[in-house]
Each structure stands twice: as structure tokens, then as C-alpha cells.
């Protein structure tokens, strides 16, 4: 799904003619991914930026993202699972950052829609209306940066560059996991913006944990084990809350993969982890998460170092299923 430059600049002008029908016609609901992570939030409310028709809504907000709305008073309309009242005269739906109409934790009404993605996981159907922007950048904030400063450099204030670049550094793992093409769309965004880099990404560092999260963290991390799946190593660990942290402290001891579960609600989530060594042996946690999905059921998908599964299986199933998928991947040298 690798995309030549003139293929990417095509793909942009069908989306600039598609949007522009679109908020002609009638108001456009630019929708989040149900986890509500700084890189769907920041492509919504910045696209949305750009056009009065054009509205940011979503179930849920993440930490960083729920501190970037409101430090600048972004519009961004909480939406909840049940919600059906979409306008009447609701033209288009744009989707951000997500894989699946189960990603969104939505019902979405029958109208068209444009989906920009970044997966390497794609569960969406299209319909004759509908069209599709998947590439290959390390966060969809890249790719609604494009646009703008292709088609609406007007909507580039200093408050939107913040939003696209916070998506862009906490999709990458402050960089850890960038390439060239984030690179320079991150400096773009700066030079463009003007901004303090410094001051902005200690703003976007400051994590407020409390004592109740930081308990659950530290039981999290006292609970980890040691696991074989086939030639992998895997860490293995339960927790209540904040897995993404967990999973991220864990993999910093250096094994092939680590695996998080999580059960609230009837629902067990699984959230994993797997440094490039491993991606580069042959391990796709987004594809694993998407076999195990069609194996026990639930949602799974994302990226080769990065992914998640949700269902409503017992925690241990869940778990092994996962195990299981990895075993029987294959090590490459
Ligand atoms: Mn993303």
C-alpha cells in the first residue's frame, strides 16, 4: 500500500473534491477513533479546522488529547455509544485514524463517507459514495497536515499545527519510531507555526498520574512474568487501568513482545507492544491481533509494533489466543 508521490497527491485531490461536495451539500462529522488518542483527535479537530461545516466528535478522549482540547477550547462533540441523532441533513462522514466502524464504538448513519487511516489493518466497506486514504505515515495527523498545507494553509494557525504535531509525536513514541516523512512534516509544522518546540513538548510531557493510577501501574508492572511463545520471549501482565503506560514501561526491559490485559465491564482488552528487532523478524502485532479476532472473535487490529484486540472473552482465552498466534509466527534472521 506503499504510495508514489503523484499517487498521494491524486489521493488528495479526490479527497479535496469529495470534502467540498461534501460541506456544500450539508454539515460533515469528522469522527474519532473510540480510544480518543492525541493522533485521531488531533486529525479531527484540526481538519475540522478548516471548514464551518466540518465538526469533531467522538466517544471518548484521551489524557493528552482531553489536555489539548481544553487548554485551547477546541471544539469537539463527546458523543455516547447509543447517540443516533445525527443531523437530518447530515452530508458526510469523515473517519480518522481508525480501522474499523468498530474502532469508532459507534452505530454510523447511512451517508458517505471518507475514511483516513494509517492502520495496516482495514475492516472498512465501502460503499459507491465512499473513499478511502490508507497510507503508509506513522500517524494520520501527517496525512490531514498534508492536506492542509496543500489545500487550506489559511486553517494552519499556530493552535492546529499544535494539535497535528502532538498526534504525530505521541503516535511515534516521541520519534522513537518516525521515519524521514514524519520528520519533515514535524518540521514543517514548526517552521510553519513558529512555535517553542521545547515549551510545547513538555506541555504535551506533563503527565498528571494520581496515586490511584500510579498503585494500579505498579501492581500492573509487580504482576509481570516471563513467557515462551514458540522462539519469542513475551512479557505477560494484567492491570486495571492505563495499559498503554504499562505496556510501555514493560517493554523497556527488552523481551520480543508484551502483552497487557485488561477485563472491565464483561469486555477483556488486550494491548501490545513489540521493539523493531522483533518487527523486523517477522512479528506484525497488528495482522496477530487480526487473526486472533477471527479465531475467538472481538475487534483486533494496528500497526506492525503497536496493537490492540477488545472482546468479550474471559481474560485467559484472550490472552492465550494472542500467545498462541505468536508461537506460530515464524522468526526470521
Ligand atoms: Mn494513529
Redesign the pocket.
Known sequence: MSLSDEGRVEDLNTFHAWLMRAVDLGPVAVIT?KNG?M??VGSAVALASSHPHLMACGLHLGRVAKRMVEHHHAPFRKLNPNHRAWPADLAGLIVV?ASAESQTGLSLPDVPKCILD??ATNEWDLGENDISLRWEVK??TELVAEYLFKYSKATLTPQVCEFLLA?LIT?TGRFRHANHGSFSTAGNLIRHSNMDYQTFIQFIEEETISPSERGAILRGMNRAELTEAGPWSLVRTRCGTLEGKVASLLSSIGADAVVVTRQRDGLTRLTVRAPRSSVNHGLHLGKIMAEVASNIGGDGGGHDGAAGWTGAVEPVAAESAFIDAVARTKRKE
Open positions: 477513533g488518542d493522533d485521531t485514524d494509517h492502520h500517524a494520520t498526534g503516535d
